[in-house]
């Protein structure tokens, strides 16, 4: 193989994982915009305490409370790296299943709705967070699914159909 065909066949690869990553980045943004605007508009919570839940996960309630700022940017890492690890999870299954590719709206429709479970129902409460299920609060988790599927399924989804653009 000539180094010429060698480097025209990796160029898809690193594509996808190009695309596979704004993907991610996108996701999260939205994801955690939406987090601090509706705790901050529907119960005054302040951003650096929605950080704090998210780096709870890791380190407990209280820990993430007394960490201030530090703990605030761990939560905000840990949050990326999430959906880092979301958009990449999306990108292997759809480089592997044909009708993923074929079917994007679907695939990441119920990617998302999967998301949304995952995390609620299983990440969650196995996390030092201790949470346990969902809130009383139907808005949220009206708002909440949403937010799976198009604020951070769709996006990857579109991110990872461009990344596989060109690839065979």
Same mark, same amino acid.
């Given at each position: 193989?000539?180094?010429?065909?060698?480097? $025209?066949?990796? +160029?898809?690869?690193?594509?996808?994982?190009?695309?596979? =990553?704004? @993907? #991610?980045?996108?996701? *999260?943004? !939205?994801?955690?915009?939406?987090?601090?605007?509706?705790?901050?508009?529907?119960?005054?919570?302040?951003?650096?305490?929605?950080? $704090?839940?998210? +780096?709870?996960?890791?380190?407990?309630?209280?820990?993430? =409370?007394? @960490? #201030?700022?530090?703990? *605030?940017? !761990?939560?905000?890492?840990?949050?990326?790296?999430?959906?880092?690890?979301?958009?990449?999870?999306?990108?292997?299954?759809?480089?592997?299943?044909?009708?993923?590719?074929?079917h994007p709206w679907i695939a990441s429709t119920l990617y998302g709705l999967w998301l949304f479970v995952a995390m609620n129902f299983i990440v969650v409460p196995l996390s030092r967070a201790g949470?346990?299920?969902?809130?009383?609060?139907?808005?949220?988790?009206?708002?909440?699914?949403?937010?799976?599927?198009?604020?951070?399924?769709?996006?990857?989804?579109?991110?990872?159909?461009?990344?596989?653009?060109?690839?065979?």
């Open positions: 193989m000539t180094d010429v065909s060698r480097s $025209h066949r990796s +160029a898809p690869s690193s594509n996808l994982l190009l695309w596979t =990553l704004v @993907g #991610g980045l996108i996701a *999260a943004t !939205l994801d955690i915009a939406y987090a601090i605007s509706y705790w901050g508009l529907t119960v005054g919570v302040p951003a650096q305490r929605v950080l $704090h839940s998210v +780096a709870s996960g890791l380190v407990g309630r209280e820990t993430a =409370l007394a @960490g #201030g700022a530090p703990t *605030a940017a !761990l939560g905000l890492f840990l949050h990326y790296f999430i959906a880092l690890v979301m958009a990449a999870v999306y990108a292997v299954a759809a480089v592997r299943l044909a009708w993923m590719r074929r949470g346990k299920g969902l809130p009383d609060d139907v808005v949220w988790i009206v708002l909440s699914v949403l937010v799976h599927v198009m604020c951070v399924a769709w996006p990857i989804a579109w991110a990872v159909g461009r990344g596989l653009r060109g690839r065979r």
